[in-house]
């Protein structure tokens, strides 16, 4: 798994040496990807997620929720019938979050109150943020170290 989601991949049966033709039996037509959410480690009910086309051998389902486990199976399918792959269970992951940008005050700036109130752009899949503030430009002495915080705001302690 890369990125978002759920990353498949899966080997493509059909012989190097069949002729490509849509009659012949040996040759996929396709695939067909199904999805099932497992719960209480029981997996409930396969559903179609994605066809996939002949000789395509992977699927990204970035329709896959974060932290939720899932059965996958691959079936192929052709003239002839269908056969199902073996089932493989993964969970969703989380896309990672974008970087908030201060805007308030300033980078750089010099303010005049000692509880300044720091203001930042919403982070796309961002949960929550953690804030530090420090006299020094590589944060070896933090005055406020500041975690789970779920505003795109917040007010800075007075300095003790």
Known sequence: MAGLGVDLAWTDPTPAAAPATLGNPANEVGFRVERATITGGVPGAFAV??????????????????GVTYRYRVIIW????????????????????????????????TI????????????????TYNVQVSTS????????NQTGIVATTFMCPPAS
């Open 49 to 66: 997620i994605r066809n996939a086309l002949a000789n395509q051998t992977a699927y990204r389902d970035t329709s896959a929720a974060a």
């Open 137 to 144: 430009p590589v944060f070896t002495t933090l005055l406020v």
């Open 112 to 127: 005049a109150t000692q509880t300044p109130t720091l203001q930042w752009n919403a982070s796309a899949n961002a949960t």
């Open 78 to 109: 052709n003239v002839a019938g269908t056969a199902a792959s073996n089932t493989v269970d993964a969970v969703g992951t989380a896309p990672v979050p974008g970087v908030p940008v201060l805007t308030s005050p300033a980078n750089g700036a």
